[in-house]
């Protein structure tokens, strides 16, 4: 399997957002500035981009993650990272792990959007895409320097991690 190719897919969230809707604290978007991570990660090269979705996690819909699913295994590639706001990151990866099982699908977000200072978006993406190009084939989310099995996470809002319930990949 070619480990060079990784197809990344936009799909919304704070690490693509442009700024916050004051009133609700939904994420918005004029465009995907992914290209723009993956050129300052110095990965560009070695990627495949797509947008399918520019949306606050909290609002896509069951049709959206099958859509995300249909992407995921028609594409050719075996490597796909995803790009998705971390409120509902585990739900579409719960889809897309019980349902995939021969490509390697690494989720992927930010707690502070790449567009404001001290951003965590650069490194969980190049994270990201690193843990794809070197995990077996099977559903993950890597955030902050971590990777988890789709099945075994959850997310800590209150310490802003993503953590363990039981298992662990190494």
């Known amino acids: 399997m070619d480990k060079s190719i990784v197809r990344v897919v936009a799909t919304g ?13 939904k994420s918005l978007f004029t465009h995907s500035r992914v ?8 990965i560009a090269s070695s990627v495949t981009f797509e947008v399918l979705l ?3 996690s909290s609002d896509i819909t069951e049709e959206e993650r099958k859509q995300i699913l249909e992407r995921c295994l028609s594409c050719p590639e075996k490597r796909i990272v995803i790009t998705h ?9 719960a889809v897309l792990g019980r349902n995939i099982s021969n490509k390697i699908v690494v989720f992927v977000g930010a707690f502070i959007p790449y567009a404001k ?13 690193e ?17 988890f099995p789709w099945d075994d996470v959850r997310k800590n809002k209150k310490k802003q991690v993503f953590e363990n319930l039981e298992k662990t990949v190494e």
Do not use: W
């Open 85 to 93: 706001g971390t409120n509902e990151m585990i739900g579409t990866a």
């Open 35 to 42: 290209p723009e991570m993956l050129r300052d990660a110095g």
């Open 131 to 147: 843990q794809a190009r070197e995990l077996s084939p099977g559903v993950y989310i890597a955030m902050n320097g971590r990777v």
């Open 54 to 56: 520019l949306k606050d």
């Open 117 to 129: 200072e001290g951003s965590d978006a650069i490194s969980n993406l190049k994270y990201a895409v």
């Open 13 to 25: 969230g704070t690490i693509d957002e442009d700024n916050s809707d004051p009133a609700t604290g």
